[in-house]
């Protein structure tokens, strides 16, 4: 008879999102199967339910990383290897998420756990901890003296405030709300502006120049990039990381055509994938290293998998109160 496992399913792009009982995935070669044990909602989720994100099939359970333990390997040493292992993991492209007692997946997308992160930290290891620890790297490599980052108040955004602060790396953040700004700088952020405010232009324009803040962290796009490249020293890089308007990006050809202000886009995966197995290896090994200080995700609330319309549904009402995992 099939194994079965309760799994959080959508039929269809925008639709409802149910339990579901499916077979029980079988790992191939070079494949594991997870049981799962935590994982977290992102902006990505969100996208991707919506139909936005990544290429992909439907019905399809969602979930875009998360943590269990190995309970079965498909064919090969690696897999072999990792049996029994706590780790943080993510889905294989296209393939089925981590919403569900289960994932199959490319043992290449699991990392071990250390004891000292725990499944519900580690579930949220492999997006947000990885891409702060990428802003820094991408700030180090351009050469920057300072960086504004906006959706600051976001769990990455205070991931890498803690980052800058701890590297004494002057940093703009930006966020749309004025309690967002009393949040940030009660965390010791020294530079915090608040985009709604009427004269956030010509104190980002002020702050940007004294500081030389020339790398432009973009989670927003839309008029916003062309705000925050209006204001930008020339010369400087806008790197779009994120649509959170749901808008393209909407700038001064001017910037880029006299001032020599320059537009790129950073995916995670793309950018690891520019990199050697020894930088990879070691960036892994720093990015553990500071999962119980600066690299923390605060959780809001755990709900189990059957409460997941409820669980988006508080996740929506304030994405900068903390992050809303569901426990599988
Ligand atoms: N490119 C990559 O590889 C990569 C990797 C990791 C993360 N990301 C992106 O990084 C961003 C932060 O992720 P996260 O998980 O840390 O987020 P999060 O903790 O869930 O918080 C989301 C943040 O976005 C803000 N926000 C939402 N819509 C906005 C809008 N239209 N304008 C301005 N701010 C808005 C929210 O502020 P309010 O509370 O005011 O709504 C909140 O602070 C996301 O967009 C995510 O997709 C990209």
Known sequence: ?????KAIRQRKPGATLQI??????????????VRMSASPINPSDLASIAGTYMAKSWPFTPGLE???????????????????????????????GAWAEYMKTSVMKTVPLPGNIDLEQGSMMLVNPMTAMAFIQLFKEGGHTAMVNNAAASALGKMLIRLAADRSIPLISVVRKEKQVQELRGMGALHVLNSSSKTFEDELRALSGQLGATLILDAVTGKE???LLNA?????????YARLSGDPIQADPSDLIRLEKNLKGFQLGIW???????????????????MSSSLHSHVNQTFPMDHINQAIALYQENMSAGKVLLHL
Do not use: Q, Y
């Not at 008879?1 to 496992?5: I, L, N, Q, V």
């Open 1 to 5: 008879m099939t194994e079965m496992m």
């Open 20 to 33: 579901e009982s499916i077979p029980l995935p079988e790992p191939g070669p070079g494949e594991v199967l």
């Open 66 to 96: 998360g943590s269990g333990t190995i309970v079965k390997a498909g064919s090969g040493l690696l897999p072999r290897l990792r049996m029994g292992k706590r780790v943080a993991c993510s889905p294989n492209a296209g393939g089925d």
């Open 225 to 227: 990039s062309g705000r």
């Open 232 to 240: 930008a020293p020339d010369g400087s890089t806008l790197v779009a």
């Open 272 to 290: 690891l994938n520019s990199k050697s197995t020894i930088f990879k290896l070691r960036f892994l090994k720093s990015v553990k290293k500071e």
